[in-house]
């Protein structure tokens, strides 16, 4: 059987939104029959009829503040940020989450606080954002696959939800699941990926103040292709690490198994920190292209975030931990 994985899109695949509309037909001149098979993904040929869409503007979300930790870099468009999705529950092509995930159903909510913690329980979406701040934090984005955006998200720190929760003196690392419903995910009839979806961030990591959790794009409630309700943005790692549609956090003691990893331990570390030194191993991780540029640009050590993030990893090989 053909599994189509990240690992196995081409760089001649990266491409603008405009170009990658008629990508399966290019696919199929390019390269043959057996991997257009693949590529026609959950929708299979009824992908061919329809055409991504970009997500309806939603609600609008009240006193928003602006954050010191923004990039002043061009933003990418709504259209952009809401057709080209990596989001395997709702399909493995870039267009499908955008037609695929059109109906999901984000509330009720609940995420439930799990392990080595005071707090344990389920709670309500609307008592996770109690109380917290929402900032606008634009941030950069980049895909272990050499795409990268400029995203305005909106979001607070998750080191205002861990506190919350009142991590133990054990709790070394923290798990994140996403919510894993067959029903209304059809890319969970695929094996494409061990189900649910699973992250994890170390303490440290996950208390630091670039680690936000995400409720909204643009000033508006994040739509369901970006990880609706919930989720997680790490900008100076890969985008595998920024978990979408977040249903438990688990507070544990021993490095979590990360969904990846667990694909493929060669090929995606646990710590997914962008690297330009350290190639991917089918390819090089030295640059990226911008979605809506036309050329590749130098990748930088940690997304560019290194002054804030590289203490993190004093003394670690990231060659090893990659
Ligand atoms: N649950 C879940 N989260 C996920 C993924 C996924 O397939 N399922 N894909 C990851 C990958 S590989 C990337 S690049 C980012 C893409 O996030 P975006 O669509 O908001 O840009 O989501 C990440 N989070
Ligand atoms: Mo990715």
Redesign the pocket.
Known sequence: MLIKK?ADIKSSEITDKKLYVNRREFIQAATGTAVAAAATGVLGSEALLRASTPAPHGRKLEGIKKSTFSSDEKLNKWEDITTY?????FGTDKDEPSMLARNFKTTPWTVTVDGECAKKGPMNLEDVLKGKTLEERIYR?R?VERWSMIIPWIGFPLSDFIKQCEPTSKAKFVEFT?LGDSKQMPGLRSPVLRWP?VEGLRMDEAMHPLTILVAGLYGEVLPN???APLRLAVPWKY??K????IVKVRFVEKQPLNTWQDQAANEYGFYANVNPAVDHPRWSQATERRIGEFLMRKTLMFNGYGDQVASLYSGMDLRRNY
Request: aromatic share 22%; proline share 5%; with cysteine.
């Open positions: 990240p999705n990596n989001y395997y529950e984005h895909c996403t979806y292709q970006d990880g985008g595998f920024h978990i979408k549609s």
